[in-house]
């Protein structure tokens, strides 16, 4: 199943080239079985016969958001603004300043839409990243001369499609997921990525802020975050 | 392998951008070797690190954030869609000319064609009548060489005179001008034409009396029964030769006479 999965994704991006596509070779190979016309029943089943899942929402509305549709931002926003507001929400703890920083975020995925390449990664992903780093940015830098760099679209680096932990789930059961593996952590390795995440902190700012030493640090992040990528593999 | 081994403990913290600048220096520049192992390990990391994104509360933005970005992009969109339409047929406009050109290319080249066809044919009728007039040219001049010559053994007082009567037929005689330098000229008037596909054959008969006679040139009286026979180089000198004879010859003549000499005359 995996595998097939695999295979239709490719397709994503024309959902309905590939769904006619299978439609004429199911209606093909029943005209050349039976020796009968191909009938409406035969594409109507090829069509219904596609599961949701096998095309991804988000790919089909980023298609036509390269053509300037403004329903298919709409759409977007409605899905994923409540994640992404409380994300950046959670970084900088005010409220008119988040809503800033998710205007330039959406405004920078209405304007550059095609800056945004499947190859790099799955689009949620991408999206916080993108959310993440502004974020971050509007705790950090406070100078204006470092504000108006911010404009420019940035390059994003890329992200690892993971295939078992990305398609196993959807977005609001992994969600879930992921908040439950979180929660189950050691309380200082919860504290020590929290602070790494959400606040920017390097180990060694970590270090100084927990007063403890930079090795145990290190080692708590690290085995947290293995402990939250086990726990997601074990959801396959 | 060791080395990857080294840096493998780094990438996680690396995702999630918390190495201090001297660990991140030290991984960045492994991974500027191309590692492709680590560069695929901090991908699969990123993702993981983005996966935080949801251990925060979701919140909802306000109402008027989204009428904002709405305005925004609805404005945007509709400009967009304004500057779409000039690309359009310009698009469609440019096919247009682009066949009208081949259009006319293509008559043009027929045109040349045709042209160069029809100036090849003028060419070459010009060249076949340049070949008709050189060929009429080139005989008339072979014509005036031999009335020139014809004038010269007649004229010439060393021009030795041979009277060639007719064998039986009253009236009818030739006469002959043997010149040594330029030939011998036969000439004779109401001469009667030969039978149908024969001709008059002049033989030169040898003093020698054991020699046979020597073929020479041959031609027809003409309507008025007028005979000039011009040989430019006899086969034999005059010393050698004891007489004239014409006979009748079928076309093309014979090596030997095969009739009886019409008209004889002896060389003195």
């Known amino acids: ?236 | 392998m060791n080395n990857c081994d080294q840096f493998r403990e780094l990438l996680e913290a690396y995702a999630l951008g918390a190495l201090d600048p001297e660990e991140r220096a030290a991984l960045e520049a492994h991974l500027a070797t191309g590692c492709h192992d680590c560069a695929r390990s901090v991908e699969e990391a990123r993702w993981l690190v983005c996966q935080l994104a949801y251990t925060a509360p979701e919140a909802t933005p306000s109402d008027m954030l989204k009428g904002r970005l709405m305005q925004t992009v609805r404005a945007e969109a509709q400009s967009h869609a304004e500057a779409k339409p000039q690309a359009l047929p310009a698009k469609r406009y440019v096919p247009v000319w682009m066949w009208g050109l081949a259009a006319a290319m293509i008559v043009f080249m027929i045109v040349v064609t045709r042209n160069v066809r029809h100036l090849q044919d003028e060419t070459r009728e010009a060249e076949h009548l340049n070949a008709e007039l050189m060929e009429g040219n080139h005989k008339l001049e072979k014509e005036l060489a031999e009335t020139k010559r014809e004038a010269m053994i007649m004229m010439d007082p060393k021009s030795v005179k041979i009277m060639m009567p007719a064998n039986g037929k009253q009236g009818a005689q030739l006469e002959a001008k043997w010149n040594a330098q330029l030939g011998v000229l036969v000439m004779g008037d109401k001469i009667p034409m030969p039978a149908p596909h024969h001709v008059l054959q002049l033989w030169l008969i040898p003093k020698d009396p054991k020699a046979k006679p020597m073929p020479s040139m041959m031609t027809w009286p003409d309507a008025d029964g007028k005979f000039i026979l011009l040989v430019s180089n006899p086969p034999d000198s005059m010393g050698n030769t004891k007489a004239l004879a014409i006979t009748e010859e079928p076309e093309g003549g014979s090596p030997g006479p095969t009739t009886t000499p019409i008209y004889v005359g002896g060389v003195s």
Request: contains cysteine; aromatic residues 8%; hydrophobic residues 40%.
């Open chain 1, 1 to 236: 199943m995996p595998a097939l999965q695999a295979k239709t994704q490719g397709a994503r991006i024309i959902p309905g080239l590939h769904g006619l596509r299978i439609c004429f070779f199911v209606s093909d190979v029943y005209y050349f079985k039976e020796r009968k016309k191909p009938t409406l029943v035969m594409f109507l089943a090829a069509f219904t016969s596609r599961s949701p899942r096998e095309v991804s929402p988000d790919a089909t509305l980023l298609s036509r958001l390269l053509q300037k549709d403004v329903s298919a931002f709409e759409q977007l926003y409605d899905r994923h603004s409540r994640l992404v507001y409380g994300l950046v929400l959670r970084i900088l703890q005010h409220a008119s300043t988040s809503e800033e920083v998710v205007q330039d975020v959406f405004l920078q995925l209405w304007r550059n839409a095609a800056q945004y390449d499947e190859s790099r990664g799955p689009f949620v992903p991408w999206l916080c990243t993108m959310a993440r780093n502004r974020a971050l940015d509007h705790l950090r830098l406070k100078s204006e001369r470092q504000r108006r760099r911010e404009d420019l679209p940035e390059e994003l680096p890329s992200i690892a499609v993971a295939p078992e932990y990305e398609k196993a789930l959807d977005d609001q059961r992994r969600a879930e997921r992921v908040r439950a593996l979180v929660a189950a952590l050691n309380p200082q390795q919860k504290r020590a990525i929290e602070l790494a995440y959400f606040e920017g902190l390097s180990h060694s700012e970590i270090a100084a802020t927990l007063k403890e030493p930079l090795g145990t640090v290190k080692s708590w992040i690290r085995n947290g975050l293995l402990r939250l990528k086990e726990g997601l593999q074990a959801t396959t």
